[in-house]
């Protein structure tokens, strides 16, 4: 989900909802402490220069119970930023705090903000000798051979 999305989302309910990629949902008395833009510059593991920018929202959870951010507020602290900060629409990566701080896609489905697990890898395969997966095969699914040794058979 990029910035202009998640505003078009928000447009859309009149209530915040978060779910953990677990299905768990992120308690209703969150707060969003932080929108900005990351920018990460780097070489990977085979010595090409790359550039990546997300938009970064951290959710934070307090002992704040009866705290509730409204979409309309939510959208209006994203409208903020982008005047402030010049964002653009960019990917949205999402930190939130479980046992560790976690980084988290974003997508909506029926009203509902479902941080979605990330991955890392490696960006230069062709380079750093990571060998392509082998297809895996079931061994009751090989056909057996005529004239092929077989269990008992004496010929190994």
Do not use: W
């Amino acid at each position: 989900m990029n910035l202009s999305e998640i505003k078009s989302a928000l447009s859309q309910v009149d209530e915040v909802i978060f779910t953990q990629p677990d299905g768990k949902r992120v308690p209703a008395h969150f707060h969003v402490t932080e929108v900005g833009t990351v920018e990460k510059h780097f070489i990977d593991c085979g010595g090409t220069e790359r550039k990546e920018s997300v938009v970064n929202f951290q959710l934070f959870t307090a002992t704040d119970y009866d705290h509730r951010l409204s979409a309309q507020k939510l959208r209006s602290i994203i409208e903020l930023s982008e005047q402030k900060l010049g964002m653009k629409n960019l990917p949205i990566e999402v930190e939130y705090q479980g046992d560790t701080i976690g980084k988290y896609g974003l997508e909506f489905d029926n009203g509902v903000f479902i941080l979605t697990s990330t991955q890392t890898d490696c960006l230069a395969k062709d380079k750093c000798g990571i060998p392509e997966q082998k297809p895996r095969v079931s061994l009751s699914a090989l056909q057996v051979k005529e004239n092929a040794c077989t269990p008992g058979s004496g010929c190994c």
